[in-house]
Nanobody, 114 residues
Framework: QVQFVESGGGLVQPGGSLNLSCATT????????VAWYRQAPGKEREYVAS???????ENTISVEGRFVISRDNMKKMVWLQMVSLKPEDTAAYFC????????WGQGTQVTVSS
């Protein structure tokens, strides 16, 4: 199973930036697509962005031009660079293989508020 640890969240004002990190020790990391998801209180989990083993990326339209996903297969890490943050980006952010191969981690909280 693939287990991840997310970090890098925090409290920022609208228009601010954050860089989230996701790390694993799994040997399956380098051959699996990894995605970022987010979930706000009382709402369903939402897909944000994903990256294939070869580095090809995609993202949901709501973050287009603002969020960039990247990975390093040697370091077994995935990042989510976020700029121009909006209040509606407030959520707990999680990384996970697609399809899921392990439990969901604790996530990292992103709060965008003035």
């Amino acid at each position: 199973q693939v287990q991840f640890v997310e970090s890098g969240g925090g409290l920022v004002q609208p228009g601010g930036s954050l860089n989230l990190s996701c790390a694993t020790t799994s040997n399956l990391f380098s051959i699996r697509t990894v995605a970022w998801y987010r979930q706000a209180p009382g709402k369903e989990r939402e897909y944000v962005a994903s990256i294939l083993p070869d580095g090809k990326v995609e993202n949901t339209i709501s973050v287009e031009g603002r969020f960039v996903i990247s990975r390093d297969n040697m370091k077994k890490m995935v990042w989510l660079q976020m700029v121009s943050l909006k209040p509606e980006d407030t959520a707990a952010y999680f990384c996970q293989t697609n399809p899921p191969l392990g439990p969901w981690g604790q996530g990292t909280q992103v709060t965008v508020s003035s």
